[in-house]
């Protein structure tokens, strides 16, 4: 079976890495539109558009299940890509939602995202519909800190105390990580939050919701696209997925 994954850029690969890690006998291609990141800045069209033409890319490709690892993208683009394409497509929205109802008790629940996640209001319509309370905050500074590199230190704990301080005086049992990138300072954000805040990490919420379609049987491969060799990508696609790995460039006269 041949699982199709794509993202705004490396982010997604922290989704690529956890359904490694669930499913080791299924062939998976990630593409990373890197020659167009962020889409967490973008308007809804353009994030629309640029999903499809990443869809198409996979469908070419001859996935038989498309994972939307890209926040921004699931939240704008989820029933586009479902209604155009022949084959099951998931986003990280709805399991990280799953998850956050499985575990808040006080229904008070946080949200962090790009500003293009946040104003969609895809978490918070899903929530809201389940009668939980909800609390978000656009965070865009944390994809350029983690793309530096910075995990932690004084800079890392500064900066997300600067975003979740108005969420910790919310009283949340329970924080929703919005975006690819934030998995990478989850520890930091754990810290900062204290131990009657639960973090939830939609990667393994996607890995475990799209079992029952994965027939994890068949031969093992990797392959990975980006659509621009941008400076830091070898040393990203190393500290994501905890090694390095060969990745194609896609040529100039792709239709992407
Ligand atoms: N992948 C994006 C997301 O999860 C973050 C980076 C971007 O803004 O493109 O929303």
């Known amino acids: 079976m041949k699982i ?35 889409f967490g800045d973008k308007s809804a069209h353009t994030v629309v558009k640029y999903s499809l033409e990443c869809a198409e890319f996979l469908m070419g490709e001859g996935v038989d299940l498309l994972v939307v690892a890209c926040n921004t993208a699931s939240s704008y683009a989820l029933d586009t890509l479902r209604e155009n394409l022949p084959v099951l497509v998931f986003g990280v929205i709805e399991p990280g939602v799953k998850r956050a109802l499985c575990t808040t ?27 939980v309370e909800v609390f978000q905050k656009a965070c865009p500074l944390l994809v350029p ?28 049992d329970t924080l929703i990580l919005g975006c690819t990138h934030y998995p990478l300072i989850k520890p930091v954000i754990e810290e900062f939050l204290g131990e009657s805040v639960k973090v939830i990490d939609s990667a393994e ?8 379609f994965v027939e994890n049987v068949g031969s093992s491969s990797l392959s990975l696209y980006f659509t621009d060799q941008s400076p830091r990508l ?11 790995v060969n990745y194609k460039l896609l040529p100039l006269s792709c239709k992407l």
């Open 205 to 212: 919420s996607l890995a475990l919701e799209i079992k029952p």
């Open 105 to 131: 008790e006080t229904k008070r629940v946080g949200v962090i995202g790009t500003r293009a996640t946040v104003s969609s209001q895809a978490y918070k319509r899903l929530l809201e519909k389940e009668g």
């Open 234 to 244: 070898d040393f990203l696609v190393e500290l994501i997925l905890g090694k390095p």
């Open 145 to 172: 800190l983690v793309e530096e590199g910075i995990l932690e230190g004084d800079v890392a704990r500064g900066i997300v105390k600067h975003y979740l301080e108005e969420l910790k005086g919310k009283h949340i």
């Open 4 to 38: 199709g994954v794509f993202d705004s850029g490396v982010g997604g690969l922290t989704v690529l890495k956890a359904l490694l890690r669930f499913y080791p006998r299924v062939d998976f291609v990630y593409l990373g539109d890197t020659a167009r990141v962020p």
